[in-house]
């Protein structure tokens, strides 16, 4: 099927595209189109007119200060290639290396798959486990919205139709800080949308536990965090035995979704097995050997 006709801009400058928004309450924003482009064939959504903003420039970049700042047309085999990122973020490189397949890598973009705001997506969960921060932009100004209060429902975020999401912000981790990402995928691999992902970070001091996120994906209608691991890890040593014993409580509090892809009991099993995974290789990057790359554990 293909979409009905619709307007084409590739306006040069962030302005003239918010500005295109403003006053154009049926157009969309196009950054990799891996999944509005699918959604119009088939005519779940029918813009009138699309804003692409690859000839925007300064959109593309990633920069690094206190945080990484990861641009609106930054795709995913960037983020998921960048060293930075690699070193400072963990969870969120892995998550972007098993995104969709080459294709979607090479064209999406992580702001987008923010926006889109799909509860399978794997990005999502690692932005929230970071405590990253989603830069909205429109006519009015901007707004930092932390990533906790970004994801509402299904399909639905905190981005207002007359807002650009220009940027994510991450903090860069510090010593005997660590993360990673775990996950099952539809396809029987680490690739395509997750039946469940897992990401986890977690802070040590003097070797015991100070600080812990662990964010699920594919469970529910937005990712989400399983504060009850938060809670059952904080002060121990972070044995294997203490975060087998935090990860059984992965999916306390969770309305499970089941769906063709696996029943609430399986998806309990692989929330609680992945966030094991997840935390013991947080847990072994928070205190690595001198030398070793955050990514070789």
């Known amino acids: 099927m293909y979409p009905r006709p619709f307007r084409y801009l590739a ?28 959604m119009m064939k088939m005519r779940l959504l029918r813009p009138g007119t699309l ?17 990484l700042s990861i641009g609106a047309m930054v795709r995913h085999h960037r983020v998921a290639a960048d060293p930075r990122i690699r070193h400072h973020a963990a969870a969120l490189a892995e998550a972007a290396s ?17 926006a889109h705001g799909d509860a399978a997506a794997d ?9 990253g921060t989603i830069t909205a932009r429109s006519t009015s100004g901007a707004r930092n919205i932390p990533a906790e209060e970004f994801f509402l429902d299904l399909f639905t975020t ?23 990402y775990e996950k099952v995928g539809r396809r029987g691999t680490r690739e395509g949308f997750a039946v ?3 990401a986890a970070w977690v802070r040590l001091v003097d070797g015991i536990v100070d600080d812990v996120r662990v964010a699920l994906t594919g469970v529910g209608f937005t ?8 809670d059952a890890l904080v002060t121990t040593d972070a044995s294997p035995t203490a975060v087998r014993n935090a990860a059984s409580f992965a999916t306390d509090g969770v309305h499970i979704l089941a769906d063709l892809h696996g029943s609430v009991a399986y998806k309990i099993h692989l929330a609680q097995v992945l966030t094991g995974r997840a935390l013991q290789r947080a847990v072994a990057r928070a205190r690595p050997p001198d030398g070793v790359s955050p990514l070789a554990i």
């Open 11 to 38: 306006p040069g400058g962030i302005s003239e595209a918010l500005s295109t928004l403003a006053d154009d309450e049926d157009s969309r924003i196009l950054a990799g189109g891996m999944s509005l482009i699918p």
């Open 51 to 67: 804003v692409d903003l690859r000839r925007i420039p300064g959109v593309d970049t990633i920069t690094e200060d206190d945080t």
């Open 98 to 114: 098993w995104t969709g397949d080459a294709q979607v890598r090479n064209r999406g973009t992580l702001c987008g798959s923010l």
């Open 123 to 131: 990005q999502p969960a690692a932005v929230l486990a970071l405590q």
């Open 158 to 180: 905190a981005l207002q139709p007359a807002e650009i999401l220009t940027e994510v912000a991450i903090p860069r981790s510090n010593p005997d800080e660590g993360s990673a």
């Open 196 to 198: 469940v992902g897992v």
């Open 223 to 230: 990712p989400l965090l399983a504060k009850p691991v938060r």
